[in-house]
């Protein structure tokens, strides 16, 4: 398939058909992009009375919590489906936020993405860099399948489309977004409960933490990089998580004259210190490039990665040197 040949729509409908139960899963860490388009698919699904079973391995951050069909977001599969959906990310192992098994063991598989990344990995793929959002490629999907906009579906996908557009400041909110989020709005979305939960509701906790990371907000190459690294003890004074980071690195990018913000945290899993860190930049300065440096991958203006096995300090004195060399080089022009 190549970027311009039109959306399988005919085989994603072939798929639906062909299936009685399906796996929908999106990225780890996900955001209201994933969790939207994730729940969203599945009610279409369950209308057209399909089994669906939306997997989050990483659970539902607190800012989606408010969605419709939270409650029935599962760690991992309780059954084998016969289909796997899987949308907003490359489908591979590393990204998928479900065990892999279920996904290699069903009979079919579909991709959905927007990100330029992706590749054609699985017997349906529609990809499509140009897209705004997932939840904007499954709301096409379901005018093509003729689905009823029910208002738990236009809430989902508004949410999905909110979050991936800046509630609809970034440079991507297309006309196409405009007239989706116009029809999800007429269909029962709230727009305002969505933009003050993804964007503005903080807990007090993760308050502090945002105060402890501008306090700690560092500025170099003359004012083109912010960043901050919160460690450990950071979480533990403020009495929250890696959910309290949420907006932060955009609150460090909204520094005037800087090109790109990074915010690093020091996490520890099951294999021993994890940095998690999210990047924002000009989309000429490709923080998608800048992440993949370091495994990791997104959009051009807002990507992320994760570091293992390394110490945090050294990890992120690592990350800030070569952060410091790349807002100072010319990077290419995302493909159109
Ligand atoms: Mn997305």
New binding site residues.
């Given amino acids: 398939m190549t970027r311009d040949s039109p959306p399988p729509f005919e085989a994603i409908a072939e798929a639906i058909a062909a299936h009685q139960s399906f796996l929908i899963a ?2 780890v860490g996900p ?1 209201g ?2 969790i939207g ?1 994730c729940l969203a698919l599945s009610y279409a699904l369950q209308a057209m009375g399909k089994k669906a079973w939306v997997v989050s391995s990483d659970g539902v951050p607190s800012s989606c919590r408010f969605l419709p069909g939270v409650q029935e977001v599962l760690y991992a599969p309780s059954n084998l489906p016969e289909c796997a959906i899987i ?3 490359d489908g591979t192992r590393d990204r998928v936020a479900s065990p892999y098994a279920p996904i290699q063991k069903a009979k079919f598989r579909v991709l959905i ?3 330029r990344t992706s590749k054609p990995i699985f017997e349906v793929n529609w990809l499509d860099p140009n897209q ?4 904007l490629m499954i709301w096409e999907l379901l005018k093509y399948l003729r689905v009823d906009f029910t208002p738990q579906i236009a809430q989902c996908l508004l949410c ?1 489309l909110s ?2 557009t800046g509630n609809f400041r970034f440079p991507n909110t297309s006309a196409r977004a405009l007239l989706a989020a116009s029809q999800l709005v007429e269909a029962g979305a709230d727009l305002a409960l969505i933009a003050f939960k993804l964007f503005d509701e903080r807990s007090v906790e993760s308050t502090r933490l945002l105060a402890t990371a501008i306090d700690k907000m560092e500025v170099e190459s003359a004012g083109k990089l912010t960043w901050a690294a919160l460690t450990l003890d950071d979480f533990a004074r403020t009495r929250v998580g890696d959910e309290g980071t949420d907006n932060v690195v955009n609150i460090l990018r909204n520094v005037r004259g800087a090109r790109m913000a990074i915010l690093m945290r020091e996490r520890v899993d099951e294999t021993g210190t994890v940095v998690h860190a999210s990047a924002r930049a000009e989309a000429s300065l490709r923080a998608d490039l800048f992440c993949a440096l370091f495994g990791g991958g997104g ?1 051009a203006a807002a990507a992320g990665f994760r570091i293992r096995n390394a110490p945090f300090e050294s990890s992120v004195k690592r990350v800030v040197e070569a952060a410091k060399i790349w807002v100072e080089q010319e990077h290419p022009e995302p493909e159109a």
């Fill in positions: 999106a990225h955001d992009d994933a388009s949308l907003d990310c993405d927007h990100h705004s959002a997932t939840s999905g979050t991936d959009h």
